[in-house]
């Protein structure tokens, strides 16, 4: 029987449904099935079966049966009501999981875990209780900027000791790949951390969409309702002379463009350009044939009553903190696991019959 395999990060949006999705792709084509699920959802309206456990199931062809739901909700109204029982024990709820662990003896079980290690502890379903109530092994998914990055993983090994199976280390600078890989990569391994995986860092895992941006910023949508599934990888403000625009803009791709509503030049200079869509800041309304062109080209316009400052640190927070619930984005997961990952020793431990 495989052993159950846990998903688990230090902080959120680590990367953590990328890595499921890449590593349940291959053990697909090594004729391993899977069960997938997240005990701790996130999302109360669709409660049991959470919407990320749809859609990973939607991506790779899962059936029903092979979803698991969730066993509790992450959201004030199930905290406090925890809280105030003070009760923090996850009680019989593991029941009904730990069964359909111990009836599989082909197909692995696996569980993308909550985003931090602190994370379900009011549940009893922290990433260290989760592993040491269904004697799974962790799988680590873990930013990595410098060697301060360390940090959490030696946290995690003290709480999950010899269950920690392995580290993916994952939005690394590119120009950083040989150094971390050349030298950081066996400091890590005589640490007592197997590097499964070193992913660069992708500008399209960490775009948003316009929707998004249209969600956090809660702006108008003056045209192109229908294209806002469009993906945002970088911000632009145009706050320049035209001609400096037009030549900034010409070295950008899928843009976010910030300026005034007054901005008309700037305005027909981006959409010339790769934006995805334009964000109107200021008094006043883009003219119609502003308005006009934009819907020849299908870029979105929103309005904002933010100032220019709070809408770019809006727009800068959503990067990277966005949920992978785009096919473009789910393939190109998939990919960059195949490319950076060797999930072998992984396998063996789980006592899967299959090789990387």
Not at 212 to 225: G, I, K, T
Not at 286 to 306: C, F, G, M, T
Request: glycine residues 8%; charged residues 25%; proline residues 5%.
């Amino acid at each position: 029987m495989p052993i159950p395999l846990l998903i688990g990060s230090c902080e959120p949006f680590s990367g953590k449904s990328a890595v499921v999705l890449g590593l349940a792709r291959q053990l697909g084509r090594e004729g391993v099935s899977v069960l997938f699920g997240k005990p701790l959802a996130t999302s109360a309206a669709d409660f049991p079966m959470d919407p990320e456990v749809r859609f990973v199931g939607t991506t790779l062809g899962l059936s029903d049966e092979q979803l698991l739901p969730s066993l509790r909700v992450l959201e004030p109204a199930t905290a406090q009501a925890r809280l105030l029982a003070a009760d923090l024990e996850a009680g019989d709820v593991l029941d009904g999981l730990r069964s359909r662990i111990a009836a599989e003896a082909e197909r692995l079980v696996l569980l993308e875990a909550a985003g931090t290690l602190s994370e379900g502890l009011l549940f009893g379903l922290s990433l260290a209780q989760l592993a040491r109530e269904l004697d799974a092994q962790v799988l680590l998914v873990q930013p990595w900027s410098d060697s301060r990055s360390v940090e959490p993983l030696l946290e995690a090994r003290q709480q999950l000791g010899d269950r920690l199976a392995g580290v993916v280390l994952n939005g690394v600078a590119p120009e950083g790949l040989a150094t971390l890989r050349a030298e950081l990569e066996p400091a890590l391994e005589r640490l007592g951390f197997p590097v499964l995986g070193v992913m660069p860092r992708s500008p399209l895992l960490r775009s948003v969409t316009v929707e998004e941006l249209v969600r956090r910023l809660d702006a108008r949508v003056l045209c192109c309702q229908d294209r806002l599934d469009l993906l945002v990888e970088t911000l632009s403000i145009g706050a320049m002379n035209v001609n400096s625009a037009m030549e900034f803009f010409r070295r950008r791709r899928n843009m976010a463009v910030v300026t005034g509503a007054d901005r008309t030049d700037i305005q027909l200079a981006a959409l010339e350009a790769s934006t995805q869509c334009l964000i109107l800041t200021g008094v006043g309304d883009p003219l119609p044939q502003l308005i006009s062109r934009a819907e020849e080209l299908e870029v979105p316009v929103l309005k904002v009553d933010h100032d220019t400052l709070t809408t770019v640190e809006t727009i800068d927070a959503a990067f990277g903190h966005g949920r992978l619930h785009e096919a473009v984005k789910a393939s190109y997961a998939i990919r960059l696991v195949q490319e950076h990952c060797n999930f072998s020793r992984l396998f063996e431990r789980l006592r899967l019959p299959v090789r990387a």
